[in-house]
């Protein structure tokens, strides 16, 4: 049995604690914060709930394969509920597509709306990635890897030199396609000349696996996962900063806290590994995807019916959720903008014909800074810089033995999916007890 510390109590190590408690190891997790679940959290104001960040929308294979390796199986824990569309995307030319997930048959028929013979060119283009997602998933996505020994077909793909930027304008002539595929990276403040083209399976795995979310929202899935330690035996202590790592003799053996050093045999840092000064040096070259400014809105009245994600195209980019809860006759929305954003967001948001701004009660706002202070980072993880930032971002294994890291600044992406996959990881590589 090894004595495991988990730094961070987000997402990423909730699920690592989980995974290894299960494994039969000695856990405790260490949350600056006073409360668990990081950007799983929740911001409530006068009656009204709204996801602190995470999106609307989940891979429940990552999900459901967490708490069923960890225990009781996700069914017995919290509601998952498909969604018969991820998204719907709004064009500057006032057409606009509902994007479904789960089926091929469901997507051609939505773009051929656009015009006639773009869902063939949609489909194809999802369906490009099925060797991609194959090849990542086997040697990349579902297990350990040494970027020293990759296998062949995973190096051609980590090595390319093509960017999504290159692949949407070869595989698109109508623009609007291109702005579907491209918006989950330009929402995460990436931009696609530098987001290598293999990461666009983002759209396969929609199609392929459909979109769900959770009833009562994230702060449901935090609060289960939380109860999930105290089964598994997990040691949590909140309110408790980590100051930096403890090596001697060149391995692990202490994360030095305010409280004083707490022994390790195994530590997984599921934060920004920048924050650490035993690892700093080896992320230097890489960057946050920095989150955008948000918007916590409190309605009531009469409102336009609207899809859990709702995404208007153009400078700023906005983004609108309308899945939080709110009183009887309210409703909670919230608000994401990106891009040039000189006049406030509800105005911009009245420019695309949806002004609430006689509805709003409550308004809680957010600028990038207030979350990364928020949540202690960014859940958006790592931002992409060309192809070497995989060779760059840490995990599952770090260069200090003992050492492994998990969440979003360790895995390809932000969102749920992989950040569950890393955790996953993580288990694998330190094993059972």
Do not use: C
Not at 196 to 205: E, H, T, V
């Amino acid at each position: 049995m090894a004595r495991v510390v988990v730094v961070g109590g987000g997402f990423g190590g909730l699920a690592s604690a989980a995974r290894l408690a299960k494994l039969g190891h000695e856990v405790t997790l260490l949350e600056r914060a006073r409360t668990l679940g990081g950007a799983l959290g929740t911001v409530s104001e006068s009656g009204y709930t709204w996801d602190g960040a995470a999106t609307s929308t989940l891979l429940p294979a990552v999900v459901r394969d967490l708490f069923r390796k960890s225990g009781r199986p996700v069914e017995k824990e919290l509601e998952l509920v498909a969604l018969d569309v991820v998204r719907e995307h709004r064009f500057e030319d006032r057409t606009s597509v509902r994007l479904p997930g789960g089926t091929r048959g469901a997507q051609l028929a939505a773009f051929d709306e656009l015009g006639r013979g773009l869902g063939q060119v949609w489909v194809d283009y999802v369906e490009s990635f099925n060797e991609d997602w194959e090849v990542l998933r086997r040697g990349y996505f579902e297990v350990p890897w040494d970027p020293a020994a990759l296998p062949k077909e995973v190096a051609a793909r980590l090595n390319s030199r093509e960017t999504l930027h290159k692949r949407l304008r070869k595989s698109f002539r109508d623009e609007r396609l291109a702005l579907v595929a491209g918006y989950p990276f330009v929402a995460e403040g990436h931009d696609l000349r530098n987001v290598p083209a293999w990461a666009g399976l983002r759209a396969y795995l929609e199609q392929r696996f459909d979109a769900w979310t959770i009833t009562g929202g994230m702060g449901a899935l935090a609060t289960a996962l939380e109860a999930r330690l105290a089964t598994r035996g997990v040691t949590v202590l909140t309110d408790t900063p980590v100051r930096d790592l403890v090596v001697r003799e060149g391995r692990v053996a202490a994360v030095a806290t305010d409280l004083g050093e707490i022994a390790a045999d195994v530590v997984v840092v599921a934060i920004d590994p920048r924050r650490l000064p035993a690892l700093a040096s080896y992320v230097e070259r890489t960057m946050p995807a920095i989150p955008p400014v948000v918007s916590y809105l409190g309605l009531e009245g009469e409102l336009p019916d609207l899809p859990r994600e709702l995404v208007l195209h153009g400078d700023p980019l906005l983004v609108v959720r309308t899945g939080g809860t709110a009183p009887e006759g309210g409703a909670a929305w919230t608000v994401h903008g990106r891009g040039k954003l000189a006049e406030d967001l509800l105005r911009a948001l009245a420019r695309h014909k949806i002004d609430v701004r006689e509805q709003v009660v409550v308004r809680v706002d957010r600028s990038p800074r207030d979350l990364v202070d928020d949540w202690g980072g960014s859940p958006m993880g790592v931002l992409w810089q060309g192809r070497a930032t995989v060779r760059q971002r840490l995990g599952p294994t770090t260069p200090i033995p003992g050492v492994y890291a998990a969440g979003a600044h360790a895995t390809p992406g932000g969102g749920l999916p992989y950040v569950g996959l890393s955790a996953a990881l993580v288990a694998q590589a330190i094993g059972p007890a």
